[in-house]
C-alpha cells in the first residue's frame, strides 16, 4: 500500500531524493569562505531564522515595552497633570500673595503717607442683597471701629462703617443708593455731594452750573461729611451735561474697582469736621 | 525480493565496474555499467525503482571511488535523474525494440555526463577539457551493452528452456 503510494507520488519522491542528495554535496562542498556549502547555508538560513525570531521578539518586546511604557506613560501624565494642577494651583496661590502682598504694600504706603489712623481689614462678605451694596470686613469694634469711620482703599475711598461688631464689620460702599460723601473737583477746586447710584457709577450733585468741570477732571473728597478726610481720591468726571436746574447732571466714574476689592483701611482719626462736632456736642 | 535483485544487480555492475575499469577506460568504448543497470532497471520497472536504483547506485559508486577532489552525491545526482527520466520514458514510450533502447541508454548516458561533469565544473572541483568523445564513446559503449543486456536477459530464458527441451530429448 505504501510502496503503491509512492510509486503514484514519485514526483515528490525524485524531488526528496534530489534535494537529499543536492545535501550531502553541499555538505562537502567548500564555497568560497572555505566553509562547507552545506555549512554555509545551513548556517545562512539558521541565521534568517535567527533574524526573524531576533525580529519577531524584538517586536514583541518593542510592542510589549511599549505597552508598558503607555501605560506608564499614562500613569505619568496622570502624574504629571496633578503635578501640573499642583503647581498651577500654588502658581495661583503665589500669584494672589504676590497681589495681596502688593495690595497690602500699598495699603501700607496709603497709610504711611496719610495723616490718619488707620487699621487695615480683609474682606470677608459680600452684601446679603442685591440692592444693598455693602460688604463685611474682618475688624470690629474690638479694633476700635466705631459707626461712620471712613474705609479707603490704595485706589480711592470705598465706604463707612455702618454696623460694626466686636470681630467684624459691614460698610456700606460709596456706590450705594443711601451712600454720599462730600466732594470737590480737584482741579476747579468746585465743590458738591457725591451720592451712589446703586450700580458702578456715582452721581456728583450740587455743582454749579457756573462751575468749571470738564470731563477727566479729579474728585476727591472735600471732607465737609465728617466721615471722610479731605483729599482722598473718589473718582474722575465721566460725563457733564446741563441739567433744567441751577446744577450740572455729572456722572463720576469711581476711582476704586468695588469688585476686586479685598483689603481696606479702616481711618480711626476722626476727620477735622467730626472732631469739630463732637467738640460742639 | 525484486528490491534484493536490484541491490545485487547493482553490487555485480560495481564490481565488474571496478575490475574491469583498468581495461575499459584504457580502451577506445568506456562503459559505465552502474549506469547501464540503472537505467535498465528503470525502463524495466518504472520512474521510482529507476530513481531509487539510481540514488542507491550512484552512491555506492561515488563512495567506492571517493578520491580527495571527488564529492560523494554527485553520482548519486546525476543517476538519480537519469534513472527518474529513463523510468519516465520507460512509462509512456514503447521501448521494446533494441533501437529505442539504444536511443535510451544513449541519451542517459550524455545526460548522465552533463550532470555529472557540470556539477563539478560548476563548483570548480574538476576540469574535464573537451569531453565530447569520452562521453560520447561512453554513451554508444553503454547504449551498445544495455542492448545487449536488454536481447540476453529477454533471450535468456527461452534458450535455456530451449536447451532443456533438447537435452530431454536426447536422454529419451
Redesign the interface.
Known sequence: MALQDIRQRSGYLFLAVVLAQIILISAQVNSRTGVPVLESVTFGLFAEVQRSASAAVSSVRHLWGGYIGLRHAKAENEELKRQLADAQIQLQEQRALADRSRSLEQLLQLRNNSDVQTVAAEIIGDAAAPDFRTMTIDKGTNDGLRPDMAVIAPAGVVGRVVVPSGRAAKVQLLIDRNAAAGALIARSRAQGVVVGEGDERLRLEYVSEVADVVTGDLVVTSGIDGIFPKGFVIGRIESVEKASGMYKRIVVKPAVDFRSLEEVLVVLTPSPAREAEGRTE | MRAAAVIAAVAIALALQTTLARFLVRGVVGVDLVLVVVVYVALMA???SG??TG?VA??MQDIVTRVPSS????G??AK??VG?LA?VVGTQFIVAQPLPRFVVFFSATVLHAVIFMG?YVL?D?RHFGTPVAAVGGQALGNALVGVVAFQVAELLPGAVERRRAQRSQFRR
Open positions: 518504472g520512474s521510482v530513481l531509487l540514488a550512484g552512491l564529492i560523494i552525491g554527485i548519486g545526482l538519480t535523474i527518474f523510468g556539477l563548483l572541483l
